[in-house]
C-alpha cells in the first residue's frame, strides 16, 4: 500500500515571528547579594541596614529581617515609571510572622511622604495572606488590585503589569485582578524606587526573602509572564499515564528546600526525596510537602493513571497533533504513540517533513521523536506521520499532521 502526501493539504505557512522584545529596561538577579542591574543598562541598588544574603532561585537572594533592611534602585529604568506602558516582576517569600498584625508591609514604592501623586506601591498583609498594589495620578485617578498569594506555595511570583488605562496583577503567572483606571495615569516622579522600607506612617518593614526583580518598558502578555516564570514549588512533571508494572520518576523544582516528603508511601521507594522513583499499582494522586528552613510549607500533586496493558483495544491508537520540544524540559517535548502497548503487531512508525523527506523512523513503538533531523533541531512547523501496524491480524495504516512548536 503506497502513502502519498497530499502537500496542498498538510502545507505549512507560517509568517515569520519576529518575536518583539520584552523591552526589559533593568534585571536584578541578587546574584552574590549584590544590587546590580544585569541587564547593562545601568541602573543600580544601594544596600540600607545588614540586609542578609540567603539561597535564592538562581544564586543568591535578598534577605530582610531586620527593621532598617532596605534597597533604594535609581536608574534608567525609572522611565517606565512615566504615562508608558510597563511590566514589574519579582518573587518574594515571607517570612512567617509569630505575631500577625492587620497593618501591611511595604514591599517597594516609588512614592512621595505617603501621598497618591504620582504613585506606584505594592504591600503586602501577612495577616491575610494578601498581595496588594496601586498606581495613582492624584486622590481621583488610581486603579488598585489586590489578591491573595498561593496557599500551596512559598515563592510567590508577583507581576504587574500597565497596558493604556489597565493595570492587572498575577500570582505565579496567573491572572488575579484588574482594574481600568478613568485616563492614563502618570506616574513621572524623582523619588527612588524603595524595597522594605516604609513609606506610610502605618507600613511595616518588609520580612521575607526577595528575588529576581524586573523591569519592562511593555505590559507582557500572559505567555511572556510565563517564560520568567522559576515554576518553584512545583512538581514539573505533568499529570501523567503509565502502564501497570511501570515506574516513573518526577522532575521537581529544588529551590532552597530544606526537607521533602511524599505520600501517600505506596509505590514510593524513597519518600524523602525530591525526585524518588514512583512504581504505582493503582490510579493515584501522589503529594509532595516541601518545608524550608523558615517552617514555611509548600505542597503540590501530581495524578497518575494507571493502565493494565491487556484492557486495550488495539483498533483505538492515540497520536497527538502538536509537541514542543526543548521549551519546557520534560513536558510535551517528545513525539510518539500515546497508548503504545495498544499496538498489537509493531511494523513500523515513520515521520516525513513537507516536502516528503523522512525525519524519524522508529524502531518499536515505544520509540518517540525529539524533534532533530541529522542531529540538528527541526525547523518548527507541520510535518506528517504515518504509523503500520497488525491488529487482530489484520494491518491498518494511521496516518496524519502534528504540529512542531518552538
Request: glycine share 6%.
Amino acid at each position: 500500500m503506497r502513502f502519498f502526501f497530499l502537500l496542498s493539504l498538510f502545507f505549512f505557512s507560517a509568517a515569520a515571528a519576529s518575536g518583539q522584545s520584552d523591552k526589559l529596561e533593568a534585571y536584578f538577579s541578587f546574584d552574590n547579594c549584590k544590587g546590580i542591574d544585569d541587564s547593562g543598562n545601568g541602573s543600580s541598588g544601594a544596600l540600607k541596614g545588614g540586609i542578609g544574603c540567603t539561597c535564592g532561585l538562581r544564586d543568591s537572594a535578598m534577605y530582610f529581617l531586620d527593621n532598617n533592611d532596605a534597597l533604594n534602585l535609581v536608574g534608567p529604568f525609572a522611565d517606565v515609571f512615566s504615562t508608558s506602558d510597563f511590566t514589574v516582576s519579582f518573587y518574594f517569600r515571607p517570612t512567617p510572622q509569630s505575631s500577625q498584625q492587620n497593618a501591611s508591609q511595604l514591599v517597594m514604592a516609588k512614592q512621595d511622604s505617603c501621598n497618591l501623586n504620582n504613585a506606584f506601591w505594592v504591600r503586602y498583609n501577612d495577616k491575610f495572606g494578601r498581595i496588594s498594589a496601586g498606581i495613582s495620578e492624584n486622590d481621583t485617578l488610581l486603579a488598585t488590585v489586590t489578591s491573595e498569594l498561593d496557599p500551596n506555595a512559598c515563592w510567590q511570583y508577583i507581576t504587574l503589569t500597565r497596558s493604556n488605562m489597565l493595570f492587572t496583577l498575577y500570582v505565579n503567572g496567573i491572572w488575579r485582578d484588574a482594574r481600568t483606571s478613568a485616563a492614563r495615569i502618570d506616574l513621572t516622579n524623582t523619588t527612588p524606587l524603595v524595597i522594605g522600607d516604609p513609606v506610610c506612617p502605618l507600613d511595616l518593614e518588609l520580612k521575607g526573602i526577595f528575588d529576581e526583580l524586573r523591569f519592562h518598558s511593555k505590559a507582557l502578555n500572559e505567555d511572556e509572564i510565563k517564560k520568567y516564570n522559576l515554576r518553584a514549588d512545583q512538581i514539573l512533571t505533568r499529570d501523567t499515564l503509565i502502564y501497570l508494572g511501570n515506574s516513573f520518576q518526577p522532575s521537581v523544582s529544588q529551590i532552597c528546600v530544606g526537607q521533602y516528603i511524599w505520600s501517600p508511601l505506596t509505590g514510593v521507594d524513597n519518600p524523602s526525596v525530591a525526585q524518588p522513583l514512583i512504581t504505582p499499582t493503582e490510579t493515584t494522586t501522589y503529594k509532595i510537602t516541601f518545608t524550608y528552613d523558615d517552617d514555611c510549607i509548600a505542597q503540590d500533586t501530581v495524578h497518575v493513571t494507571v493502565v493494565d496493558p491487556a484492557t486495550l483495544d488495539c483498533n483505538q491508537v492515540f497520536i497527538p497533533n502538536a509537541f514542543t520540544p526543548t521549551e519546557t524540559p520534560g513536558i510535551n517535548d517528545k513525539f510518539g504513540i500515546s497508548n503504545p502497548f495498544a499496538v498489537d503487531e509493531f511494523i513500523s512508525f515513520e515521520i516525513f517533513d513537507r516536502w516528503g523527506g523522512r525525519v524519524f523512523a522508529a524502531n518499536t513503538a515505544l520509540e518517540t521523536w525529539d524533534g532533530t533531523t541529522n542531529g540538528k533541531p527541526a525547523n518548527p512547523g507541520v510535518f506528517l506521520y504515518r504509523l503500520r501496524y497488525k491488529c487482530d491480524g489484520v494491518e491498518k495504516v494511521k496516518a496524519g499532521s502534528l504540529t512542531l512548536l518552538r
